[in-house]
């Protein structure tokens, strides 16, 4: 089973494994440091439900739920 | 540009890293600092002596990388292949230094000679970060000096560095970031391509710029690819693709393997976001308490543009009246003293009138954008924002509509794609800005004075309707143009959230006084040019039939045995209704005249007509042209006479014009119309062409005759009016 960024509890960290998304998306993301592998975790949740706050590479990044759905994530270290 | 030649350093980086303090800092001039990721959208350029060297100092937008797939991503790259383009001062946050070193990687992978400005050295000694900057200019081959650029703190030795820069050099030094097999393999094959495009580009720099292609192009809107770059490039990236290959990735995850490397070599382990930064991120993003003060903050703006703006818009019209009347006592009456008075002196208050609420906005943002909070607005409101296909970072724009659409649409340069700022811009001229209510107070009071609705004054509730109506209109055309003129994707929402800082007034001051200045001096210029076009309109010709008659009758006046203060009223009483009828006969009179047939079914006739041109010059004009049609003078809102003159005039079967009906029918009017020349003039200025601000006039006259149409027609079937 997959596990997005979306099913991640606040607070847990967790590893990318892929992004799905539109290509220019996913370059942007990537680009900003997102790649499989990177550690990730979900800050908190906009007070209307989105978008979602993620620290990655020690900064802030706010996206989307429909954008973090398509970022899957695995425990980390389980390659 | 004037002098091509002359050389330049470009100073880039990630939004909000620094750049622009560091411009102000190196040159002493002053561009815009925000704290908003993406503000900088103006190329800002100072000139900077070096040695014997003259350079131009270029702020660049930020940005992430040199990845392109839009125009305006493109500029970047644009910028560093021009020819004069010497050096490049790459700016990074230390507190973020893991992502912020792909581009200067990024860039000296190119071949430029660059300077790695290690900036906020100061907020990253406080979270304990050390950087050995000596092995991490050997890694990227080029100086990394550390500076704070609010404390003026490296300078000297970024410009000593810079300066060694900018000599000759042979070979050129860079990171060796390794690519997979078979990706070297497709830049092998794309490499001859790009010679034929860039013949004049060093062949070491091939394969660099193939990365760049393999990355960039494909679902591109850039310009001047030529079709046998794209087809190559094409062809790699689908034969990749059939073999499950994720070139971007490929690449990406390359620069990063070696990044990564390159910071746990030289950079201390990084501790957490500061707490306290933390500990505000957690009230002010709350359900309730953020919220709470989101709509604080946002009442606050509104209400300092609404209200705290008024007393000074009202002394520069005091002041504009004041010029009015002493230039008209000095200069001799005639053409000339009309055209000062009432076409120069005018239209330079039109243009004067908006500075309070510009200024204010301005320091406001700027306010919002370098403490951080803007970013959090945007992370609050997104949710609402998405639903219309907007961008969180709209609202402010939006809302700022309320007062006043002039700084409304300066406030949209904050968004980032030029598609979501366009639509925001064409969407908040519906707000039912400040200078709409004085035509709903006359008209309501006109047509229902003292009639009631339930508990309610029939009054208030058509206040409170067009306001809702303005609303719910700003937002069905936004969701229109995403969907029509403006397709494309929804604007995503990847924004960083800048940790809280706080911001410095002087800065801000800078910020907002540069922003009011290019206003006065771009769009001020077309207000001015319009409002005398609109004053000849409405001046010319003149009737010599017109003026014989009330020559005649004043000197009748003048010999009849009343007394001085009679005289004097008949005398006024004369001019008023001369104008009125100098008016109907002029060029604007007669136009009215001509569109009444137009008119007539929603419910004007040919005095609102001409109201409503002359009330392009500004709304509250309306209100003063139709005083001088009414042959009334000067007149107001709350004006006894003017309201009086509106009730009784009749159309030509005898029918009141006025009624219930077409009061609503008018108020809906000005509501959709855009019939704000300075709206128009800041949208050409904001978009840059002519073509966004005759298509916004269009579009909302259209919708407005439409909507004004559909109700008195509705109405009078329904029996109203
Ligand atoms: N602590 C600290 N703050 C800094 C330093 N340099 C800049 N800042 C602050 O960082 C914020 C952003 O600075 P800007 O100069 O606007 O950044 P920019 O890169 O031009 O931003 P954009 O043009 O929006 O991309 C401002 O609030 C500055 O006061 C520094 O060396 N130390
Ligand atoms: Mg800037």
Redesign the interface.
């Known amino acids: 089973m997959k596990r997005s960024l979306v099913d991640l509890p606040l607070g847990q960290h967790a590893e990318i494994a892929s992004i799905d998304c539109?290509?220019?998306?996913?370059?942007?993301?990537?680009?900003?440091?997102l790649?499989?592998g990177t550690r990730v975790r979900v800050v908190?949740v906009?007070?209307?439900?989105?978008?979602i706050?993620l620290?990655v590479?020690?900064?802030?990044?706010?996206?989307?739920r429909a954008?973090a759905a398509k970022i899957a994530v695995r425990p980390e270290g389980a390659v | 540009m004037s002098d091509e030649a002359s050389p330049q350093v470009l100073i880039a980086g990630n939004p909000n890293c620094g750049k622009s303090t560091l411009f102000n800092a190196l040159s002493g001039g002053s561009a815009h600092v925000g704290n908003y990721p993406g503000v900088t959208v103006d190329r800002t350029t100072a000139t900077l002596q070096l040695g014997s060297e003259q350079i131009e100092l270029v702020d660049v937008p930020g940005m992430?990388?040199l990845?392109a797939?839009s125009p305006e991503e493109q500029l970047a790259v644009d910028a560093l292949t021009e020819s004069n383009t010497r050096a490049v001062i790459c700016v990074v946050d230390a507190?973020?230094?893991?992502?912020g070193l792909?581009l200067p990687l990024q860039l000296i992978e190119s071949g430029v000679p660059v300077v790695i400005a290690l900036n906020m050295m100061d907020a990253a000694a406080r979270i304990g970060l050390r950087v050995d900057t000596e092995r991490l200019s050997e890694l990227f081959a080029s100086p990394v000096i550390p500076v704070v650029a609010t404390k003026r703190r490296g300078l000297d030795a970024l410009l000593a560095a810079l300066e060694a820069q900018l000599e000759p050099r042979s070979g050129i030094a860079t990171p060796e970031v390794t690519y997979p097999a078979e990706l070297q393999a497709d830049l092998a094959t794309l490499a001859p391509v790009i010679a034929r495009w860039r013949p004049q580009m060093p062949a070491s720099q091939h394969r660099v710029f193939a990365l760049w292609c393999l990355?960039s192009l494909?679902?591109d809107s850039l310009r001047g690819v030529p079709d046998e770059v794209r087809k190559a490039v094409g062809n790699i990236r689908r034969a990749a693709a059939e073999r499950g290959r994720n070139l971007?990735?490929e690449i990406?995850?390359s620069r990063?393997v070696w990044l990564d490397r390159a910071v746990a070599e030289t950079c201390s382990p990084?501790g957490p976001?500061p707490s306290w930064s933390e500990r505000i991120?957690?009230v002010l993003?709350?359900?309730?308490a953020?919220?709470s003060i989101f709509a604080v903050v946002m009442f606050g703006i509104f209400e300092a543009l609404f209200a705290g703006a008024e007393p000074l818009i009202g002394a520069i019209e005091t002041f504009t009246g004041f010029m009015q009347t002493q230039s008209a006592a000095i200069l001799p009456p005639g053409v000339l003293q009309d055209l000062i008075v009432d076409g120069v002196i005018a239209g330079v208050g039109n243009v004067i009138v908006f500075a309070p609420q510009i200024l204010m906005l301005f320091l406001f943002i700027g306010f919002l954008e370098d403490s951080g909070y803007l970013?959090r607005v945007a992370?609050?409101?997104?949710?609402?924002m998405?639903g219309v296909g907007l961008h969180?970072k709209a609202f402010v724009p939006l809302l700022s509509g309320f007062a006043c659409a002039v700084p409304a649409v300066m406030a949209t340069r904050t968004i980032e794609r030029r598609r979501d700022r366009l639509v925001t811009m064409l969407a908040l001229p519906l707000m039912s800005c400040s200078a709409r209510l004085p035509i709903y107070i006359l008209v309501v009071g006109t047509v229902f004075a003292g009639q009631s609705l339930g508990w309610f004054s029939a009054g208030a509730v058509a206040l409170f309707s067009m306001y809702t109506l303005s609303v719910l209109v700003t937002l069905a055309a936004a969701a229109v143009l995403r969907r029509t003129v403006l397709p494309g994707?929804a604007p995503?929402?990847?924004?960083?959230?800048p940790p809280y800082r706080w911001p410095s007034a002087g800065i801000l001051w800078i910020n907002a006084w540069r922003r009011l200045r290019v206003f006065l001096v771009d769009a001020g210029t077309i207000i001015l040019a319009m409002t005398i076009l609109l004053w000849a309109l409405l001046s010319f010709p003149k009737s010599t039939e017109v003026s014989g008659h009330y020559a005649t009758e004043r000197a009748q006046v003048l010999q009849s045995a009343s007394s001085e203060t009679t005289k004097a009223e008949a005398l006024q009483a004369l001019d008023a209704r001369e104008a009125g009828e100098q008016l109907a006969h002029s060029l604007g009179g007669r136009f009215g005249h001509a569109i009444e047939p137009v008119l007539r079914p929603i419910g004007f006739d040919w005095q609102i007509g001409v109201g409503i041109i002359g009330a392009f010059a500004a709304r509250e004009v309306f209100i003063s042209t139709l005083g001088v049609v009414f042959g009334i003078g000067e007149a107001d809102e709350e004006n006894k006479p003017l309201r009086q003159a509106l009730r009784d005039a009749r159309h030509a079967d005898g029918s009141p014009v006025m009624t219930p009906l077409s009061g609503v029918s008018l108020m809906i009017f000005f509501l959709l119309a855009c019939q704000c020349m300075s709206t128009i003039a800041v949208v050409k200025k904001e978009s840059g062409s002519w073509k966004w601000p005759v298509f916004l006039f269009s579009y909302m006259t259209v919708l407005a005759y439409l909507a004004s149409l559909a109700v008195y027609q509705g109405g009078q079937l329904l029996g109203y009016g």
């Open positions: 539109e290509r220019r998306l996913s370059r942007r993301l990537m680009e900003m440091g790649l499989p908190r906009a007070p209307l439900g989105d978008p706050e620290r590479r020690n900064y802030s990044l706010s996206v989307r954008e | 992430y990388s990845t797939s507190t973020t230094l893991e992502r792909y990355l494909g679902e971007d990735l990406v995850s990063y990084q976001k991120d957690r993003t709350h359900p309730i953020g919220i970013a992370f609050v409101i997104d949710r609402v998405k969180g994707p995503t929402f990847v924004l960083e959230m």
